[in-house]
């Protein structure tokens, strides 16, 4: 199993440029997320999705688009990039829900710099 | 709405010293809680879990207890490897289980 896996691992973005960072899973998970992490703040909730079909929001979903096609694979999309999008990006998955007895597993991370 | 609250760091350690990490949390209902690492570079990993108070989840040396009564999960160690130098990071998830909430991470630098 190769687990969750990310591309690209860094990226460099002028603003108003729109991208899609990818995130795909081998484990079947259902649950799958997004989450931004910048200094100080720890890691934020930006969308998820409970299965194919479902998203819904996190803590800062403006600025960000996901749609789940397919179990495997949750993409998530800048529409135009901003400076403040500057961040570290991880996408996670989970078997379903999670909870104590549905660990999360998180992908490597994409570093994002918008100038 | 829910929160997590983790002391700041950086937190410098001599090697076999003894760490905790506070951290407490503000949440409705019963939330199952977490201690995350992150390595440089890398993407978080599970590092130990809590469903239930008085609940202590364990590993790799590493312990936390969850308490209910005083909205805490400290995470302790009692001695310090120089590989154990990363971030830590204080988790919750909700009751539905949909949403994770995270500390601001707590960076711990141990010293040979």
């Known amino acids: 199993n190769a687990g969750v896996t990310q591309t690209p691992k860094f990226q460099v973005l002028k603003t108003g440029q729109s991208m899609t960072l990818q995130c795909a899973q081998d484990?079947?998970?259902?649950?799958m997320s997004w989450y931004r992490q910048d200094p100080g703040m720890g890691l934020r909730l930006i969308h998820y999705?409970?299965?194919?079909?479902?998203?819904d929001q996190g803590e800062v979903p403006n600025g960000y688009n996901v749609s789940r096609s397919t179990t495997e694979d949750f993409p998530l999309r800048l529409l135009s990039a901003a400076p403040s999008q500057t961040s570290v990006y991880f996408c996670?998955?989970?078997?379903?829900?999670?909870?104590?007895?549905?660990?999360?597993?998180f992908g490597p991370g994409t570093r994002l710099t918008v100038l | 709405g829910d929160s997590v609250t983790q002391m700041e760091g950086p937190v410098t350690l001599s090697e076999e010293a003894f760490l905790t990490i506070n951290c407490t949390y503000t949440?409705?209902?019963?939330?199952?809680l977490f201690w995350y690492v992150q390595y440089p570079g890398e993407g978080l990993q599970l590092l130990l879990k809590?469903?239930?108070?008085?609940d202590k989840g364990s590993n790799k040396g590493f312990e936390a207890t969850y308490r209910k009564e005083t909205t805490s999960f400290h995470l302790e160690k009692g001695s310090v490897q120089v590989s154990d130098s990363a971030v830590y990071f204080c988790?919750?998830?909700?009751?539905?289980?949909?949403?994770?909430?995270f500390g601001a991470g707590t960076r711990l630098f141990v010293k040979a």
């Open positions: 996670a998955s989970s078997y379903f829900r999670v909870t104590v007895d549905n660990e999360q597993f």
């Open positions: 484990m079947n998970h259902e649950y």
């Open positions: 999705s409970v299965g194919a079909g479902i998203t």
């Open positions: 949440a409705t209902g019963y939330p199952s």
């Open positions: 809590a469903t239930k108070a008085d």
């Open positions: 988790a919750l998830s909700d009751q539905r289980g949909f949403k994770t909430i």
